[in-house]
Nanobody, 126 residues
Framework: QVQLVESGGGLVQAGGSLRLSCAAS????????MGWFRQAPGQERELVAA????????YYADSVKGRFTISRDNAKNTVYLQMNSLKPEDTAVYYC???????????????????WGQGTQVTVSS
């Protein structure tokens, strides 16, 4: 499994922006499809965005399309989530995850992901 460490969370006012980073250990990061999930209190963990191992394909949940952007830098073993126009309903713990299946596409199901970070809290005030 790959080790993942998120950073960049915090408190922001509605309409503001944050950029989350997820640093991965290991030499095979570029082989993994990656995803960002979030979990609000009392809610299921949901996929927010996903990216293929090359970065050429991405997926976004409808709730964040046009506001969030997922990207990756394979040279730095890092995946990012740029979050703009934040809303109070974006408040959650955000997790990055890796799919070790070594496939070229995107993983959009939670069960496909093998490794998880510890999460970073994002709080959006109204």
């Amino acid at each position: 499994q790959v080790q993942l460490v998120e950073s960049g969370g915090g408190l922001v006012q509605a309409g503001g922006s944050l950029r989350l980073s997820c640093a991965a250990s290991g030499r095979t990061f570029s082989s993994y499809p990656m995803g960002w999930f979030r979990q609000a209190p009392g809610q299921e963990r949901e996929l927010v965005a996903a990216i293929s191992r090359s970065g050429g394909s991405t997926y976004y949940a409808d709730s964040v399309k046009g506001r969030f952007t997922i990207s990756r830098d394979n040279a730095k073993n890092t995946v990012y989530l740029q979050m703009n126009s934040l809303k109070p309903e974006d408040t959650a713990v955000y997790y990055c995850a890796a799919d070790a299946a070594l496939k070229p596409g995107i993983s959009i199901h939670r069960y496909e992901y093998d490794s998880w970070g510890q999460g970073t809290q994002v709080t959006v005030s109204s």
